[in-house]
């Protein structure tokens, strides 16, 4: 192997590529490779973080579902007590009224009983009169009359 002109002239010129190279080339490109290691560390981090906010979001959610159903399970249960509430006290109103009505009919019972028996009263002086009208075979004037019916049932 000879070692001649066009050697040492490659090489002078691969020594300035490389010179050039690490230089002017190769600082922009490292630059540029940090600058994306940098950028894709933070995206990373970012991800991280998000996944971190998203895991503490659904515990959130499971929190306020639960809290949620907690709140509509009491919300059922103070409904249904009071449904049996305003069950318990329609029938005392409607008790309440039926004793009222109960109590009315056998007030009006006992006045028209009342009635009947004035009623009675009233026939039977008319008929004890005319019975002693008919045994006594004479006839009363209405005054005489009058105040024998009244003297009868006041005595009855």
Request: charged content about 30%; aromatic content about 4%; cysteine-free.
């Amino acid at each position: 192997m000879d070692i001649n002109a066009t050697l040492f002239g490659q090489l002078i010129t691969f020594a300035i590529l490389v010179w050039f190279t690490v230089k002017y080339v190769w600082p922009p490109i490292t630059k540029a490779m940090h600058d994306r290691e940098k950028k894709i560390a933070s995206g990373l981090e970012a991800g991280e973080r998000g996944r971190r906010e998203l895991e503490i979001a659904e515990q959130k959610a499971i929190s306020i579902l639960r809290e949620a159903k907690v709140e509509a399970s009491q919300a059922i249960e103070l409904a249904h007590k009071r449904s049996l509430q305003v069950v318990e006290e329609a029938k005392e109103i409607a008790r309440e009224e039926g004793e009222r009505l109960l109590e009315r009919a056998q007030k009006e019972i006992a006045h028209e009983v009342m009635q009947a028996k004035s009623a009675l009263r009233k026939q039977l002086a008319n008929l004890a009169v005319a019975g002693a009208e008919k045994i006594l075979q004479r006839n009363l004037d209405a005054s005489a009359q009058t105040a024998l019916l009244n003297e009868i049932v006041s005595e009855i």
